[in-house]
Nanobody
Framework: QVELVESGGGLVQPGGSLRLSCTTSGVIFRIARMGWYRQALGKERELVAR???????DLVDSVKGRFTISRDNAKNTMYLQMNSLTPEDTAVYYCNVYGKTSLFQSPKDYWGQGTQVTISS
């Protein structure tokens, strides 16, 4: 059974920082592609950042220079460090893993339950 547990969301003032964490179980983490998505109220879910098994990263333009995605394979955990937050970053943030539960299976998408991030003064 695959489980993704997110933490680190909350309410911060504009200009503040948060660090989100996503700890997984049930997938072969070291070969999985991991990502953070977000969905603001009334909008579609969008990709924020993605990190491949080799550590290469991809971030959406609106967060480049402010957000950093990283992973710790020893802890089966992915992080999203968010700095210089603005109200436009307010959304529910979802952890995503595209991975395998065994080496003989095809990879699939799995999702966390989401964590609310609110930027407001």
């Amino acid at each position: 059974q695959v489980e993704l547990v997110e933490s680190g969301g909350g309410l911060v003032q504009p200009g503040g920082s948060l660090r989100l964490s996503c700890t997984t179980s049930g997938v072969i983490f070291r070969i999985a592609r991991m990502g953070w998505y977000r969905q603001a109220l009334g909008k579609e879910r969008e990709l924020v950042a993605r990190i491949a098994s080799d550590g290469s990263t991809d971030l959406v333009d609106s967060v480049k220079g402010r957000f950093t995605i990283s992973r710790d394979n020893a802890k089966n955990t992915m992080y999203l460090q968010m700095n210089s937050l603005t109200p436009e970053d307010t959304a529910v943030y979802y952890c995503n893993v595209y991975g395998k539960t065994s080496l003989f299976q095809s990879p699939k998408d799995y999702w966390g339950q989401g964590t609310q991030v609110t930027i407001s003064s």
